[in-house]
């Protein structure tokens, strides 16, 4: 869904006429500094942004902007949808910055378009740093070896979710995976070989998984699959599925053929819950389904 501009304004109600084009660079040079120090307040990309459309806003009104960055799976529209556009591929160097384009139904002026082009100039070096920024909370979220959510970023998402499952009463539920005799991979072909084994895992619990279901590496061998709007049944049944899916797949890491087994525990969001009960009860299934011989599913006692 679109989110209004920040400013709305009408283009009739343009602060310059057509051919004012000496008071348009003196306004643009001055609304250019005011936009440097607005910038200065966020490294959010999609804040920026914002900030941005409302002081160009001033100046150079338009009904809608989009901003697209496919690096950080940005894709933010202001506004709304109009006849005619006016778009910038933003980049310092060779270092691309995303797509920007300007909607209205009227079509932009030379005299705008330079404005706009000198403008666009305030928000490349902030934009970069919110980059550079958002991408380093990215990898502070990511498992370097496998590629997928670590445990801090599990921490936060597991109490995202379940803070929303109990204020719309909707279901959640979470599996706990642990390779099967891990250790002896390691043992006996090295850790090169069971990193390998680590990556093999993640990919086939990712091609399981369903698009909304959220995978992390807890830590070692284990990993954790948050399921929301999903009950006990369907996490049982995903759960089986992913079992299944690695018992009859063997793992081929470095010319060693590997026949691994995955043991998971099972639990579901009770009204009390905490996202360290929850856990737990997940937790305490696994080590039943090892005690119990491996390679298969147990659901928490209580749920």
Not at 92 to 117: C, H, Y
Not at 256 to 278: F, Q, R
């Amino acid at each position: 869904m679109n989110k209004p501009l920040p400013q709305t304004a009408d283009f009739h109600k343009s602060p310059f006429k057509a051919g004012d084009r000496s008071v348009l660079q003196e306004l643009t040079a001055k609304k250019a500094l005011e936009i440097t120090q607005s910038l200065q307040t966020t490294l959010d990309p999609s804040r920026l942004i914002e900030i941005f459309s409302a002081e160009v806003g001033a100046l150079v009104v338009h009904q809608g902007l989009s901003y697209r960055n496919d690096d950080i799976g940005l894709d933010l529209k202001l506004g709304r949808q109009a006849r005619h556009s006016c778009a910038y591929h933003l980049n310092i160097g060779d270092e691309p910055l995303g797509t920007l384009t300007f909607r209205r139904n009227q079509k932009f002026t030379d005299s705008e378009i330079e404005a706009l082009e000198q403008l666009l100039c305030s928000l490349l070096y902030p934009l970069r740093n919110g980059l550079l920024y958002e991408d380093a909370l990215q990898l502070a979220q990511k498992d370097p070896l496998t590629g997928i959510c670590n445990r801090a970023a599990l921490d936060e998402m597991l109490q995202r979710e379940l803070s929303h499952a109990q204020r719309k009463d909707a279901a959640l539920s979470l599996l706990v995976l642990d390779i099967d005799h891990f250790k002896n991979i390691n043992d006996r072909y090295g850790h090169i070989v069971g990193d390998c084994a680590l990556k093999a895992i993640a990919n086939m619990v990712s091609t399981c998984k369903r698009d909304g279901d959220l995978l992390f590496r807890y830590g070692g061998e284990e990993f954790v699959v948050l399921m929301r709007d999903t009950d006990l049944a369907g996490a049982r049944l995903l759960a089986e599925r992913i079992r299944g899916y690695i018992a009859e797949n063997a793992c081929n890491c470095s010319g060693a053929e590997l026949d691994v087994t995955v043991s998971i525990g099972v639990s579901e969001l009770k009204a009390n819950d905490t996202p360290i009960s929850l856990f737990s009860r997940a937790d305490q299934a696994l080590y039943r389904a090892k005690k119990n011989g491996r390679n298969q599913v147990c659901i928490a006692a209580d749920a």
